[in-house]
């Protein structure tokens, strides 16, 4: 399976931005769909936002609908999730993770591959 490696997490305070970065390594990504997920303390991991192998396609979670972006680079092996006007509940590990198939989707049962989180704090 693809190996992934989450960066670009940390403190931030609120109304700030981060982007983070997710870099697969032992198979190319080009043939995956890939996602970001979170995980509050005490809560369930949560879907955010999931881009197809082609990046036509996108999805969000409602609650991030207009702050966070994925995008992806295929050349570089790579996902992105910029999140902008963040909020103190966005506080969590935040985790990509690679789907393999082409085609969008949201369930976390369709993802196979996980790394290994990147915290997110943000301060009011």
């Known amino acids: 399976q693809v190996q992934l490696v989450e960066s670009g997490g940390g403190l931030v305070q609120a109304g700030g931005s981060l982007r983070l970065s997710c870099t697969a390594s032992?198979?190319?990504?080009?043939?995956?769909?890939m996602g970001w997920f979170r995980q509050a303390p005490g809560k369930e991991r949560d879907f955010l936002a999931s881009?197809?192998?082609?990046?036509?396609?996108?999805s969000y979670a409602d609650s991030v609908k207009g702050r966070f972006t994925i995008s992806r680079d295929n050349a570089k092996n790579t996902v992105y999730l910029q999140m902008n006007s963040l909020k103190p509940e966005d506080t969590a590990v935040y985790y990509c993770?690679?789907?393999?198939?082409?085609?969008?989707?949201?369930?976390?049962?369709?993802?196979?591959?996980w790394g290994q989180g990147t915290q997110v704090t943000v301060s009011s």
């Open positions: 993770a690679a789907a393999f198939r082409r085609g969008i989707t949201t369930t976390p049962s369709d993802f196979q591959s």
């Open positions: 032992g198979r190319t990504v080009s043939t995956y769909t």
């Open positions: 881009i197809s192998a082609s990046a036509y396609f996108t």
